[in-house]
């Protein structure tokens, strides 16, 4: 049985005192009502404050992103023992974003990954496809070499994949249900070749324009196990529908 992963992606957002705002609405909302790993990634800054405020509650801290060293020279960087330090459970490693703006490659992915999961950080590893891509038919290419190549050599465990197609990020465009349910069904494949029979109780979570009116039909699907929400994540009301999404 796959517990339902629920994660909010804050990406480049809010401010101290805009965090507070949220979680004194959000966790009454929540508080008690859901079987879901509730996952909450806030900005650097925001992490050991966040770490303080969510004690005592079932949500789960995570970082947007990590370096792939130990310590050292390298300026502006944040490493995995660092994000262990503010009560970071989980990583968000290789999302479209950071592909896109700061030329990370599947290479670099895999180096995080290996580096995060050797100071015992969960992994959320995100993968996806352009419209480019998808519109030449090549959407199952794509996700197959960031798989193969982000996943070479790393073993299953606390690791949660993310189908986030980045043509569906902060578009308005989701996946339909049906283009949602093919891509995770086929990474779960590609999962049960790399890991055996264990993959079936990998969590593959959907990211890109989730919103409070198209959980329950996302979460409907047999292979989508969780969101990862954007936008809809920054309103304490809107995310907590999401969190309490209806199981049809
Ligand atoms: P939106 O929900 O804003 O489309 O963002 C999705 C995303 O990139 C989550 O990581």
């Known amino acids: 049985m796959r517990k339902p992963f629920i994660a909010a992606n804050w990406k480049m957002n809010k401010t101290l005192s805009e965090m507070k705002d949220f979680f004194t609405v959000f966790i009454p909302l929540t508080v008690n009502k859901s079987n879901a790993d509730i996952v909450i990634a806030p900005p650097f800054t925001l992490l050991n404050p966040a770490s303080e405020i969510i004690k005592g509650t079932k949500i789960i801290l995570a970082a947007q992103d990590v370096f792939y060293e130990e310590k050292g020279a390298y300026t502006g960087e944040i490493s995995p023992l660092m994000l262990v330090d503010t009560g970071c459970q989980y990583v968000i490693i290789g999302h479209s974003e950071r592909r896109q703006y700061f030329g990370e490659t599947d290479e670099i992915v895999n180096k995080k990954i290996i580096a995060s999961k050797k100071a015992g950080l969960g992994i959320i590893f995100c993968i996806g496809e352009s419209l480019q891509e998808r519109e030449a038919g090549r959407t ?3 996700l197959q070499k960031e798989i193969q190549k982000g996943l070479n050599e790393i073993e299953p465990s606390k690791l949660v994949i993310a189908y986030e197609p980045i043509w569906a990020i902060g578009t308005g465009k989701t996946a339909t249900t049906e283009q949602a349910q093919e891509a995770h069904s086929f990474i779960r494949k590609q999962l049960i070749k790399l890991y055996g029979n264990i993959a079936s109780e990998l969590c593959i979570i959907y990211g890109g324009s989730v919103t409070p009116e198209n959980i ?14 954007g ?8 995310f907590a529908r999401i969190v309490d999404f209806k199981q049809s």
């Open 140 to 142: 199952f290419e794509v």
């Open 216 to 229: 329950d039909s996302l979460m409907a699907c047999e292979d989508v196990d969780g969101v990862l929400v």
């Open 231 to 238: 936008g809809a994540s920054l309103k304490p009301e809107s």
